[in-house]
């Protein structure tokens, strides 16, 4: 399969994508079970070679927090505005757009956001960070967004 050997060999979904293009074929997407034993970042990999597949775009979404030569903390991320926030809303790995035709036939891009989960990754209650997590991706799907956790690349809208 194509995304398992790009992940193999550290090609980028760039890379994937144009040479999908060149050969006009598709890449088969990998089942969470074929994915047991993979690392997060290669599932997080393949799910963006999943959405560029299907026309979309997805970028990772580092998030944290570092101090600059000054000593001054520089929080980075997506709505990472304070250490407090990020307890109660924590913005999703992947961030990206989803591009859908309406009936009238004018596209558009869908906001969507991926926060990726290894493969057999289950919501717990007590959670406090996947809770965050969460927090978001109802956020964006309230809001007329794709969102959700990911452990495949199988559950890319």
């Not at 799910?47 to 903390?73: F, K, Y």
Request: one cysteine or more; a positive charge; charged letters at 20%.
């Amino acid at each position: 399969m194509i995304s398992a050997w790009a992940v193999r060999h550290t090609v980028s979904p760039k890379a994937v994508e144009e040479l999908l293009a060149i050969l006009r074929a598709g890449a088969p997407v990998e089942s969470e079970k074929q994915l047991t034993g993979h690392s997060e970042a290669a599932v997080q990999q393949l799910i963006r070679l999943e959405v560029a597949h299907r026309g979309g775009r997805a970028w990772r979404n580092n998030s944290g927090a570092a101090q600059d030569t000054s000593g001054r903390v520089v929080r980075y991320g997506l709505g990472n505005d304070s250490a407090a926030a990020c307890k109660i809303f924590k913005s999703s790995d992947l961030i990206g757009i989803t591009p859908i035709v309406c009936e009238c036939g004018k596209k558009y891009g869908i906001f969507t956001a991926y926060e990726v989960k290894a493969p057999g990754w289950k919501l717990r209650p007590g959670d406090k960070r996947a809770q965050a997590q969460f927090n978001f991706i109802k956020l964006v799907a309230g809001l007329g967004g794709y969102a959700r956790f990911a452990t495949s690349p199988e559950d890319v809208v």
